[in-house]
């Protein structure tokens, strides 16, 4: 009976991998936007400007219901405080845009099984979740010119009198999950739809994390460039003044249509599989 049982697990198992595992490769085009300290209100869900964002992917398919997918995506994340709802972060008056490049490893399932190599499960949503590494730059406007504002340390970073605020780094991980659809044109060719936000190991994607430092000491000490683009209120900061809120990092969300192509074919495969093991039948 021990046996049985064994050879019916092997043989529903063995379907779902040998019949189903290939290779894809397709790409996305779509949205991207920010939620962060520059976000249009207080709720920390909203959003920032949408922009652009395109990208490559390559699936491995494991079987119908599990897959492995490399991804890199490009595209853009802004936010004013001028569009603000907020009195306060309009007053603030900062802004920033920055160009992102992410790349990660997430893992798919998709909940109705998916296989089209046979065509058995054409459509199917799916949910996925995943690690990556994505670089930014935030920029803000300064006389009629886009300034990188990281050297700029506009929070006091790396000076002596706040051993405390180190220079923030360009690059953070970031931990993409979502969902999505897809479906099956063909054996060969799938469209879709795929959403997912992006939790960071970072609050300086819009260059805002913290407190202000008084306003002699940034233009003494790094610039009038850094003053003026750390304080945009017209108003007299002190050090310790909120700037940002340091509670919570920035997030980052993805978007678009997909197509792909498979490489494989049905009849590939469907030998491979009249040519395996059979399973006995009751």
């Known amino acids: 009976m021990k046996n049985l049982f064994i050879i019916i697990a092997i043989c ?21 936007t920010y939620s962060g300290d520059l976000n249009p209100t207080t709720q920390r869900i909203s959003h920032g400007e949408f922009r ?28 004013r405080d001028y569009d603000s709802l907020d009195p306060a972060r309009k007053a603030r008056n900062l802004q920033f845009k920055s160009t992102f490049i992410e790349n990660a490893l997430s893992l798919e399932y998709n909940i109705l099984g998916y296989d089209p190599i046979f065509m058995t499960k054409r459509v199917s949503p799916y949910i996925f979740a995943g690690i990556g590494m994505v670089y930014f730059n935030p920029k803000a406007l300064y006389n009629g010119e886009w300034v990188e504002l990281q050297p700029l340390n506009t929070e006091g970073q790396g000076l002596p009198e706040f051993p405390a605020r180190k220079p923030y780094k360009k690059v953070a991980i970031a931990f993409p999950f979502g969902f999505g659809l897809k479906v099956a044109l063909s054996n060969k060719f799938n469209i879709g739809f795929e959403a997912g936000v992006r939790k960071t190991t970072t609050d300086y994607i819009d260059d805002v994390s913290t407190t202000y430092v008084a306003d002699e000491i ?44 498979n490489l494989s074919s049905s009849n590939k495969y469907g030998k491979r599989k009249r040519r395996g093991i059979g399973c006995p039948t009751f």
């Open 52 to 79: 652009y964002s395109v990208g490559g992917f390559l699936r491995y398919n494991l079987g119908s219901y599990f897959t492995a997918k490399f991804a890199v995506s490009a595209g853009r994340l802004s936010a």
């Open 12 to 32: 529903l198992f063995l379907p779902t991998v040998s019949k189903s595992q290939y290779l894809e490769f397709g790409i996305i085009g779509g949205f991207s």
């Open 218 to 261: 940034m233009n003494e000490t790094l610039g009038p460039i850094s003053f003026q683009l750390a304080n945009r209120s017209g108003i007299r900061k002190e050090t310790g003044d909120i700037r940002g809120n340091p509670e919570s990092n920035d997030w980052y969300a993805i978007g678009g249509l997909t197509m792909s192509y």
